[in-house]
């Protein structure tokens, strides 16, 4: 089993209260849980992989039992500094008074780069890291387990798109998810039966934005509308990539970046993800990988973001 450096003792909850004056939240804790390490194909055919112990840092924004939870999926940098986007959220769900709770899919598996996170953390594998955490949380004596709600940024909002299908919730769930949010998440990848979903999705997006390109969220909002399932999208202008992150700095152009979260693939048979332009695994020098993004705060679009959220929120809370 890789535990690497995560202590065993994370297996349990730690907490600690914390005074209302010096936080947003009352108390945080570190809760362990077992997820699996897989490839993407391994994960569209539901086979059993090696387990890996991972956390979550969840923050009770107030005392008392029944609290909302939004749990957090970071992106590629990880949960840190570089963790802006999700470290920021938490901080505005906390203030409005909902718990939340930062699933770490990298530490325990040892990844330091992007190109390990590519490698030993594919998007829809984190799937299983979010089902994996939700049934501790609904298990937590001061959660309320019927307003557990899920965000995914970038690289994790896969696995809050789609911990919202049918089909994974069937394979990798105990429980299910009151609601998911994606921001600025990649949806370019077309899965079997993925539109058969069970709760609101709420897709926040920036127009200008480059490094994930906002189309094929519009294409997979538009399907399923079309299947009569709940979602709602929002799109904001000059908004880029962790246009929510105040971490992020200004915008700028990173010209020797490049990305490859426009490139729609497709589930093919066996499991295996294929490029639809070409019909085979996505290569590194397919047409559609390109170079030079765009990332940056914006703090005008940053708040219209939480008052959205928020008010999705607080229409789909049971």
């Known amino acids: 089993m890789r535990y690497t450096h995560l202590a065993a003792a994370l297996a349990f909850a730690t907490a600690s209260a914390l005074p209302a004056a010096h936080a947003q939240f009352v108390r945080q804790e570190v809760i362990g849980f077992t997820s699996a390490n897989a490839t993407n194909q391994q994960t569209l055919l539901g086979e059993k992989t090696p387990p890996v112990l991972l956390a979550c840092h969840l923050r009770l924004a107030k005392t008392g039992p029944k609290q909302p939870v939004v749990m957090l999926m970071h992106g590629a940098g990880g949960v840190g500094a570089h963790d802006g986007a999700s470290a920021e959220w938490s901080r505005v769900f906390n203030e409005a008074g909902y718990s939340t709770c930062t699933v770490d899919s990298y530490s325990g598996r040892g990844i330091r780069t992007l190109g390990d996170a590519q490698k030993d953390a594919p998007y829809i594998n984190r799937v299983q890291d979010a089902f994996a955490a939700l049934a501790v949380l609904v298990k937590h004596p001061l959660v309320d387990p019927d307003n557990i709600f899920i965000m995914g940024f970038s690289g994790g909002a896969p696995a809050a798109i789609y911990s919202n299908v049918e089909r994974f919730q069937k394979m990798y769930g105990t429980a299910k998810f009151a609601a998911h949010i994606s921001v600025y998440g990649v949806c370019a990848a077309t899965y079997r039966d993925d539109e058969a979903t069970l709760s609101p999705l709420l897709i926040v997006h920036g127009t200008d934005e480059d490094w994930v390109p906002v189309a094929p969220c519009r294409e997979y909002g538009a399907r399923l509308k079309k ?92």
């Open 227 to 318: 299947a009569g399932r709940p979602v709602e999208m929002v799109e904001y202008r000059d908004a880029y990539h962790v246009f929510d992150a105040p971490s992020a700095g200004k915008v700028r152009k990173l010209e020797q970046v490049s990305t490859s979260a426009g490139c729609r693939q497709r589930e093919a048979d066996g499991g295996v993800l294929v490029n639809v332009e070409t019909s085979n695994p996505l290569a590194p020098n397919d047409a559609c990988i390109v170079k030079g993004v765009t990332t940056g705060y914006s703090p005008v679009a940053a708040k219209k973001a939480h008052e959205d959220v928020l008010a999705f929120l607080g229409r789909v809370r049971k």
